[in-house]
């Protein structure tokens, strides 16, 4: 028998893990979910008892390798190494432990995905994101990050043949009606994230009806994206148990606003002292190292959006003029660039702000591949050009092309392909993730192309 055919040995819990065991039995946690996000963006997962913790917190849960080929939609799609023959484990990671305030009685972690002899997978998400910040670290860099997500809340209602969303309320943008129209849902979801350990940083109604934001605190790199699971489900299990339906999809309702989950960014040294974007002698305020980021990620912004916003909904929402981006450029403040400089609130506090990102992504693999495209620009000395500072799109033809702005995939089929085209990102994602990720993307285009709106907007709004 081989290592890998060996079952992973019990090891001594270390401090962490025995903290979670003092916390479920205290706090009278019953079931403990151990949480994953798959390829299509859906956030998924597996339960362990109470009665069977210490037993999960050392071996994980079993889980089929065939649930990485899985399509939003629930249907299979054939990868090799992926189908159903093989097991991978639920590998929970203590740090990530916190009781859920919108379901009593449970808990929730975040996982790896391990081989059953304890050795990493090649699809795990989350070793994917931490190898690249390690790849960082290597640099000598630590990146802190925050989603800055939107979402729609409103009722499910019966529709025929597919349910639709009722946004809550039909008030303006940022106008104190939506305020008192959702004053109980968001005061019991800023409790709910706040007692995650989620530090709310700000909050408002949106433009679209029902549409709200609130952003979180930054983090390193690996809790940003942790940190983007459980906002994800705290908002909509508040909702839930509310008697409502929380919607964090791109486009859940077709005529209204799209929900963006805009990404934040900062470079720091390796202890995480100073901000190495900061240049308070630039007109902008950012250093070179800062520029250099953005031309990495402006080199490799067609096929990151196959992964920052890698469903066929998001793509509805990239479209000229709706303030979500649609063209490769950046600029100080500019809300139609794909990388907005933000301006500093205070000296030394700059950051980046990628605009063509939402929370049907898998956060792990869009922030992992974010930092590959940055780090290929620090390493490259790669120059972005000149900053936009009007809306790109009221450019003409030749202006674009002179200032090298470019129209970003319009389509999901057209972002995968040129994801397909990117030797960095495709040897980042390594064979079995790559072929994983293609596949299934390329189902739900496929799936989504055969059908209707109506389809599209039902599954989408459903599944995040």
């Keep these: 028998m081989t290592d890998r055919q060996r079952v992973t040995e019990i ?33 998924r997962g597996k339960a362990a008892s109470r009665s069977r913790l210490a037993q999960r917190l050392g071996t994980g849960i079993g889980h089929t390798v065939a649930m990485m080929a899985m399509n ?3 249907r299979l ?4 190494g992926m189908g159903p023959v093989g097991e991978i484990r639920l590998v929970p990671d203590p740090s990530t432990f916190v009781p859920l305030p919108y ?38 860099y630590t990146l802190m990050a925050a989603y800055e997500p939107e979402f729609t809340l409103g009722r499910r209602l019966p529709g025929e043949p597919l349910d639709r969303l009722a946004p809550l309320d039909d008030s303006l943008c940022y106008a104190t009606t939506g305020f008192n129209a959702a004053h109980d849902y968001t005061s019991a979801l800023v409790k709910a ?75 720091w040294d390796r202890e995480g002292r100073d901000n190495l974007f900061a240049d308070d002698a630039d007109p902008n305020g950012l250093s070179q190292l800062g520029y250099r980021f953005i031309g990495g990620l402006l080199a490799h912004l067609p096929a990151l959006v196959a992964l920052t916003s890698g469903t066929v909904n998001g793509f509805r929402r990239l479209a000229p003029r709706m303030w979500s981006s649609a063209y490769t450029c950046y600029g100080l403040d500019n809300r139609e660039a794909a990388v907005r400089i933000c301006s500093p609130l205070a000296p030394g506090s700059v950051n980046l702000e990628l605009k063509p990102s939402d929370s049907s992504a898998n956060p792990y693999l869009a922030l992992g591949a974010v930092i590959h495209a940055g780090l290929d620009g620090l390493r490259r000395g790669l120059d972005p050009g000149e900053a936009v500072s009007v809306d790109p799109d009221t450019l003409s033809a030749a202006e674009r092309a002179r ?20 030797e960095l990102l495709m040897e980042a994602l390594g064979p079995l993730r790559r072929e994983a990720y293609l596949a299934v993307k390329r189902s739900e285009a496929a799936a ?14 459903r599944a995040f």
């Design 448 to 461: 989504f192309a055969a059908e209707d709106q109506a389809f599209e907007l039902y599954h989408h709004f």
């Design 403 to 422: 200032l090298g702005v470019h129209r970003l995939p319009a389509t999901l089929e057209e972002a995968l392909a040129a994801l397909e085209a990117d």
């Design 11 to 43: 090891k001594p819990l270390d401090p962490a893990a025995r903290r979670v065991l003092e916390r479920s039995e205290i706090e009278g946690i019953e079931l403990i979910r151990f949480l994953y996000a798959d390829h299509g963006g859906v956030i």
């Design 77 to 80: 799609q054939p990868v090799a």
């Design 103 to 140: 379901a009593p009685g449970s808990a929730s972690m975040l996982c790896d995905m391990r081989l059953p002899d304890g050795g990493p997978w090649d699809a795990c998400p989350r070793d994917f994101l931490r190898q690249a910040a390690e790849s960082l670290a290597g640099a000598g």
């Design 72 to 74: 939003m939609l629930d």
């Design 193 to 267: 994230l706040e007692a995650q350990g989620l530090r709310v940083e700000h909050y408002h109604p949106e433009l679209g009806h029902g549409q709200h934001e609130l952003s979180i605190r930054h983090a390193p790199a690996l809790r940003a994206a942790d940190n983007q699971v459980i906002y994800r489900e705290t908002v909509r299990g508040t909702a839930l148990r509310m008697s409502m339906w929380a919607s964090l999809a791109p486009k859940p309702i077709a005529d209204q606003a799209g929900n963006g989950a805009h990404l934040h960014l900062s470079l």
